[in-house]
């Protein structure tokens, strides 16, 4: 007998089970292929909201809570692990938004730092960048994460207090009475005292033969790789909904599309190139550079963005925490940190209202 069951080891599931071992609880994790290979590994891990002033407070929130913890988070998973997620703050240059006016605005209410810089600053600060612009915003406190490095030093941190199946499917629930009792999986059944769907751009699958489902769907994104040399691009870049990402090692990574392209994972040739022009448009050196890799991964989709993280009402000892859309890698500490507030019946630390399967999210 399990005492929590988490379904779905993406960043969500793992953050959660490192949340609830804290409270001595036996879990069992089950991921239907390996841990943290799914939008978890193929996302780009900015942690801010692209244009955050566009999003609502609730999204904000949980973004502003993890990025408060992610420091600590990382330094006690490179203690614990020896896998460094290689948090670094690189600024994020944001070179087109025309509502300059609404974003400063926002960043003095919600006590965030955004500077107005001009071009001569520009030049000086990203020397490989050529555009001409009569001014950027610049948020100097925005930092990445190596997300795949994330995921593996997370796995690590908890596989010896959870029990982890991987390569195994929840092929369905068990509930009696309106009580959650255990799952089904594609190698045996668990019994648990209630469970945490984590299951990201899958979950209204996994759902649909119980009742209501949350209106989560898969949304690709296709991203790039170059193989540049560290410091040849230095800053976190947003120029018209797409981004530039320079890893410690001198990788840059340009991100990416949004599609509606069901549970295909493909990437296509048209991206690439979308990609691959506005890479070069911005940064030319990258016409030198070899690219090393395009992939695509599944976000899960939600209305306004807003994850699911509360209770499943009409049945006793289930939970959700998925829906993340475009952000689960900058709210996921947040997020864990909620469900397990829920879980364990502790007083919350955000307010759930917004996130609960009911909620208004359009
Ligand atoms: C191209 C791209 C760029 C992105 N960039 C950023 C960014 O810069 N910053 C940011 O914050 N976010 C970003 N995101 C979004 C972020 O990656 C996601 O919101 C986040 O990874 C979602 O995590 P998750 O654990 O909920 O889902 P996933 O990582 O998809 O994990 C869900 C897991 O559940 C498993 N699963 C599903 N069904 C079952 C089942 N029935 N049984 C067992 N296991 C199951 C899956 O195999 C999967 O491993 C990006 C996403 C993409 C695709």
């Not at 891990?45 to 999204?59: E, K």
């Not at 960043?107 to 001569?120: H, K, L, M, P, W």
């Not at 759902?207 to 193989?227: N, Y």
């Not at 289930?318 to 864990?336: D, I, K």
Request: glycine share 8%.
């Amino acid at each position: 007998m399990t005492d929590i069951l988490i379904i779905g080891g993406g960043v969500s599931g793992l953050l959660t089970a490192r949340e609830l071992v804290a409270a001595d609880a036996k879990i069992t994790l089950v991921e239907m292929g390996d841990t943290g290979r799914e939008a978890s590994w193929a996302g780009g891990g900015i942690l801010s909201p692209l244009y955050p002033w566009r999003y609502s407070n609730a999204v904000n929130a949980l973004a502003h809570w993890s990025q408060d913890v992610y420091p600590e988070l990382c330094c006690a998973l490179h203690q614990e692990t020896r896998i460094s997620p290689e948090l670094t703050t690189s600024g994020l240059l944001v070179l087109d938004e025309e509502q300059r006016d609404v974003a400063l605005a926002w960043a003095e209410q919600q006590g965030r730092v955004i500077e107005v810089q001009d071009q001569a600053w520009l030049e000086q600060t990203e020397p490989s960048l050529e555009l001409a612009v009569d001014e950027v915003l610049w948020m100097p406190r925005v930092a990445q994460i190596r997300n795949p490095r994330l995921t593996q030093a997370l796995r690590q941190s908890i596989q010896r207090r959870v029990r982890i199946h991987e390569n195994e499917k929840v092929i369905d629930l068990i509930i009696e009475n309106g009580k959650f009792q255990g799952a089904r999986t594609t190698k045996r059944k668990i019994k648990a005292d209630c469970a945490i769907v984590c299951t990201g751009a899958w979950t209204a699958q996994l759902l649909e033969a119980i009742g209501e489902t949350p209106k989560i769907r898969p949304v690709r994104g296709q991203m790039m790789l170059f193989s540049a040399a560290p410091g040849q691009i230095q800053h976190l870049t947003l120029y018209r909904e797409r981004y530039i990402i320079p890893r410690q090692d001198g990788r840059v990574l340009i991100g990416s599309t949004l599609e509606e392209a069901g549970f295909d994972k493909s990437t296509t040739a048209e991206a690439k190139e979308e990609l691959y022009q506005m890479a070069v448009e911005l940064y030319p050196l990258l016409r030198r550079t070899p690219i090393e890799d395009h992939w695509a991964g599944l976000r899960p989709g939600s209305p306004s963005g807003i994850p699911y993280i509360c209770t499943y009402p009409t049945v006793e000892g289930l939970y959700l925490n998925a829906g993340h859309f475009r952000n689960g890698l900058v709210t996921g500490p947040a997020s864990a940190r909620l469900i397990a507030d829920l879980v364990l019946q502790r007083p919350p630390t955000l307010s759930p209202e917004p996130y609960r399967l009911e909620a208004k999210r359009d």
